[in-house]
C-alpha cells in the first residue's frame, strides 16, 4: 500500500463512520511536557506534522499611515504534536501540543478556532514561560485550566504562590499533575471538562 | 561534478529541497480550493480507490490519501502519515473533495453547538481513560 502506512499502530485504531471531532489544546513554554502529556492519553503514538502560520507582523501598525496601508505579514513554520481520544461513536477528540516557542502565540488563532478549551501546563521553575500561553487565552475568551507539573514529584512553591504569580483569575483552577502518569492527565483534562461545563452552565 | 556533491552539484540545497517538492504538487498554489478544510476536518474517502491503472491525472500522494481514508481521518492526521505540511495537504484534499473523490466533515465547536450533552459524552470518555 505504498509509503503511507508508516504507523500500523495509529491504522489499527479506526475512527467510525460517523465521527465529529473536538480539540483541546496543550500550551507552555518549551520543555514543559506538552508532548508528554498527549502520548499519556492519546489512544495512537503522538504524531507530529508541521503548519505554516501566517499573522501581521508586530509593529506594523505604526507604519501603515505612511506606506498607503496593506498588512505585512509574517510566516513561519511549526511543528504540531497531536494525540486522539476516541470518545464513543460519535466524538472524537483531537489533542494538540502547541509549539513551545512564546513568539508564535500571535500566529495561533487558526489553531484556537473551534477548540473547546486549553490545558496550560506550567513549570514551576520557570513560571515566566507560560505568562504567553495564559495571556493568549484570557484574551480570546478560550476556557482553560493550569496544570502544574510536579517534575519529579517537587513541589517547591503552594498553589496560592503560584496562582499569585500568574494572575489568575479566581475562577480559572489548577490541578497540580505529572504528565508521565495517564491517570494524572486525566484529571487535568476531567477538571477543564468541568470548568468548561460551569462556565457553560453560567452563559445560559 | 563530484560524487560528493550528489547529482545536483552546488544547485542542491539540504534546506530547500524538500519544500520544492510539495509545492509542486499543488502546482505551486499555496491556498486550498476548498476553504474550510481545518486541522480537524474528517475526510473520508468515497470508494471505489481507483487502482494505479485508473488513477489518471492523480499524483501518487493523492492515491496514498485516498487509501488512507477509507476510514475517516483529520486533516492533521493525513498530513503526519504521508508526511507533508498541512498546508499542502489542505490543498490536495480540497481538490479531492471538488472532484468528489472525498467528503468531508466540519469539525463540532463549542461556537457550533455549545451543548452539555456534548460536554456530558467527552466528559465520561475521559474518564473511561
Known sequence: MGSVVSSAAHTAVPLPAAALAVKILVAGGFGVGKTTLVGAVSEVPPLSTEEVMTAAGVGVDDLEGITGGGTAKVTTTVALDFGRITIDEDVVLYLFGTPGQERFWSMWDDLAVGALGAVVLVDTRRLDSSFGSIDFFERRGVPFVVGVNRFDGLLDHTEEDIRAALDLDPEVPTVLCDVRERASCREVLLALIDHIAARFAAQN | ?129
Open chain 2, 1 to 129: 561534478m563530484s560524487a560528493d556533491k550528489g547529482r545536483y552539484g552546488h544547485a542542491w540545497d539540504e534546506d530547500a529541497g524538500p519544500l520544492v517538492r510539495p509545492y509542486t504538487l499543488t502546482r505551486g498554489r499555496t491556498r486550498a480550493a476548498h476553504a474550510d478544510l481545518t486541522l480537524i476536518t474528517l475526510v473520508t474517502t468515497v470508494e471505489p480507490v481507483p487502482d494505479d491503472r485508473e488513477a489518471g491525472g492523480l499524483h501518487p500522494e493523492e492515491l496514498d490519501i485516498l487509501r488512507l481514508c477509507v476510514r475517516p481521518q483529520a486533516v492533521a492526521e493525513v498530513a503526519a502519515l504521508v508526511h507533508l505540511p498541512v498546508s499542502v495537504v489542505k490543498i490536495l484534499l480540497g481538490d479531492l473533495v471538488n472532484a468528489g473523490r472525498m467528503t468531508a466533515r466540519a469539525p463540532l465547536s463549542m461556537a457550533q453547538a455549545p451543548n452539555a450533552e456534548l460536554l456530558r459524552k467527552v466528559r465520561d470518555g475521559l474518564g473511561r481513560l
